[in-house]
Structures are given as structure tokens and as C-alpha cells.
């Protein structure tokens, strides 16, 4: 081998990080194309970096570049997420691919590049911040939603196999199960919402403050009063109060409740009986899913197996979910999800055998 030839194992390596680089340009170019201002421009100007480091790593192999190989699957999924499932997803994955990159140990790999990995992982987390942000409340509550319901109607089910009763028993159980717990889940989200509601609206100026303004005495003035309880100082509170009374008395409009008073920032509150709703079927469906085997007159143990490999694929896929929403591993999530919800599932039966065992 000539000297200052790269070996077997460096090309190969080099063409896998040469196809990365080329798939990851891609994938931020399909995002860019999805989004306006500067949200796309940022997205641009990352793929322009990956490209940058696509013509890094063909330059070191020169004539060892070969045919365009495909990249590492992990990357092709990031490709297939960015045409098919827009940037929420696709984003939390690229962050945590960037925080992985493997160039920091690799002799072979510049320091410049492997900074500006480091770089990218960061842009992207903030990328990914502002669609974690938008993110409607209704998708995190459907996740959560459904999961609870699976775990504890697949433990409610299992105490009761446990227990050895036959499988309508445990249909019954199981639909039993799913109602009381979605109307709970839907009469607690009510009351939740309903109270917050009657809070924030106890908090909101009144809108008829403003026309006392032009009734209110000049000098002792109680209108800095307001301002004051709302959170200004008094100094403040006083200028504030001041600068309206002298607008009134040269004929100008009382101000309204919002120039009075700076009221409470109250976000986003969903209706109450919408949020019940959607309580009530995110639970529904996910409690649905450990009986269905019964509804169709399985045996106990046939009915067993198959509702646990259902829950169990459940389980990974909300796991796995909130894994990417959250910009961690999703396969670290998916199987805390499933030990977690297996967990509750065995104590329960247990739990069950143990009371057939005392009554038996």
C-alpha cells in the first residue's frame, strides 16, 4: 500500500459517512421545504453544512469514492419521517442523531466537523423546542390518555385471571373497567378544566372598572390603588394613575378594563366538556385493547396471550412516542413503557392466584 493510502476499513467507514451526510442534507432540505421564514432558512443553512461535510469526507477518499452507497437505516428512517410525518418527529430524532455523532472519536474526522455536530444538536433542540411547543395539548393527552388506560385495565384484567374465573368473567370486568375509568378520567378532566376556568376568571379585570376612572377623585385618586394590587410599585402605580385621570379630564375616552388593568396571562383552557370527551375516549381506547381477544370468546389463557402481546405492542408504540416527542431514545422508552405497564400486569395477577389460593 502507497503511503498516505487510506485502508480497507477507513474507506469503508468514509462511504458510510459520506452517505449519512448526503441522506441528513436531504432530510433537512425536505423539512426546509415544509417550513417559511426563519424557521426554513435555519434548515437550509444546516443542510449547506452537511453538505460541506458530504465534500469533506469525498475529498479524503478521491478515487476510493465508488458508487453512492445507502446510508446507515437510521438515517434512511429520518428520510422516510421527514417526507411522510413532517418535523416534530423527524426533528426530536435528528436531535438525538446529532448528539450521537460519532465523529468526536474518530482520528479521521476533523475538529471542525466534529464541533459542528455538537452545533447542530443544539440548533435542532431548539428547532425541535418551538414543535414541542406548538404541539397541540389534545395529541400529548391522547398518548397519556390511551397508556393509562391500557396499564390499568391490563392489570384490573390480569387480578381477575388470576383469580381463575372464566373468560366472561373477565370480559365483564374489563368492560367494567374501561367505563369506570373513563368516566372518571372524564369527569375529573371536566372539573379540572371547569375549576381552572372559574379560577382565571375570578383573576380577570373587570371590564367596568374603566369607566370609574372619570368619576374618581382628582387627588386622592384610588385608581393607582389598582395598578398596585395588580403588581406595579407605587411610584409606577401613581404615574400610571395620573397620566389616565389627566387623559379624562382633557375629554378623552375612559380607558378600558385592559388599560386599567393588566389581568392575568391565562394561556390556552380548553372547554370542559370537549376535554371530558377527549378524556374519555383517549382512556376508552387504550383500556379497549386488553379485552378484545375476550370480545371475540377467546379461552382465559388464548385471551391472556394475545391481550398481552397487544398491550405490549401498545405499551412500546406510546413509549416510543413520547420517547421522540421528548428528544430521548425512543427504544429506551418503549421498553420502560412495557416493563412498567408488564409490571403492574404481574403484581396484579399475582395478586389474583394469591386470593384463589386463600378462598380455594
Request: include cysteine; proline fraction near 3%.
Amino acid at each position: 500500500m502507497a503511503a498516505g493510502e487510506p485502508t480497507r476499513q477507513q474507506i469503508t467507514r468514509w462511504r458510510k459517512y459520506l452517505a449519512n451526510e448526503r441522506a441528513e442534507a436531504a432530510v433537512y432540505r425536505e423539512l426546509a421545504f415544509r417550513k417559511e421564514g426563519e424557521e426554513r432558512d435555519i434548515l437550509l443553512r444546516l443542510a449547506e453544512a452537511e453538505s460541506r461535510h458530504e465534500n469533506y469526507w469525498r475529498a479524503k477518499l478521491g478515487d476510493h469514492v465508488g458508487f453512492p452507497r445507502k446510508p446507515e437505516l437510521s438515517t434512511r428512517l429520518l428520510g422516510f419521517m421527514a417526507r411522510h410525518f413532517g418535523s416534530v418527529f423527524t426533528l426530536a430524532l435528528m436531535q438525538t442523531a446529532e448528539a450521537r455523532t460519532p465523529y468526536s472519536d474518530d482520528s479521521d474526522a476533523s475538529d471542525q466537523i466534529a464541533a459542528d455536530e455538537r452545533v447542530h444538536s443544539e440548533v435542532v433542540r431548539g428547532l425541535a423546542a418551538r414543535g414541542r411547543e406548538k404541539m397541540s395539548g389534545n395529541f400529548r393527552a391522547a398518548v397519556f390518555g390511551a397508556n393509562d388506560g391500557l396499564v390499568s385495565n391490563l392489570a384490573l384484567v390480569a387480578g381477575v385471571m388470576g383469580s381463575g374465573v372464566d373468560s366472561s368473567f373477565v370480559l365483564l370486568t374489563g368492560i367494567s373497567g374501561l367505563l369506570a375509568g373513563a368516566l372518571s378520567m372524564a369527569a375529573g378532566e371536566y372539573v379540572s378544566v371547569k375549576s381552572q376556568n372559574e379560577l382565571l376568571q375570578a383573576s380577570t379585570p373587570d371590564q367596568d372598572t374603566g369607566k370609574l376612572a372619570a368619576l374618581l377623585d382628582v387627588k386622592t385618586n384610588e385608581l393607582a390603588l389598582v395598578y398596585r394590587a395588580r403588581g406595579m410599585d407605587s411610584v409606577a402605580a401613581e404615574d400610571k394613575a395620573e397620566a389616565v385621570m389627566a387623559e379624562i379630564h382633557r375629554g378623552g375616552e375612559a380607558p378600558s378594563a385592559d388599560d386599567t388593568v393588566d389581568g392575568p396571562d391565562t394561556g390556552v383552557v380548553g372547554k370542559a366538556l370537549s376535554a371530558a370527551i377527549s378524556s374519555f375516549c383517549f382512556f376508552a381506547t387504550g383500556a379497549l385493547i386488553p379485552i378484545i381477544p375476550f370480545l371475540f370468546g377467546a379461552s382465559v389463557a388464548t385471551g391472556a396471550v394475545v391481550a398481552v402481546v397487544l398491550v405490549s405492542l401498545a405499551l412500546c408504540f406510546t413509549g416510543g412516542i413520547v420517547g421522540v416527542v421528548s428528544g430521548k431514545p425512543p427504544l429506551t422508552r418503549a421498553v420502560r413503557q412495557l416493563v412498567i405497564g408488564l409490571g403492574a400486569a404481574a403484581v396484579t395477577y399475582g395478586l389474583g392466584a394469591a386470593v384463589d389460593q386463600l378462598m380455594s
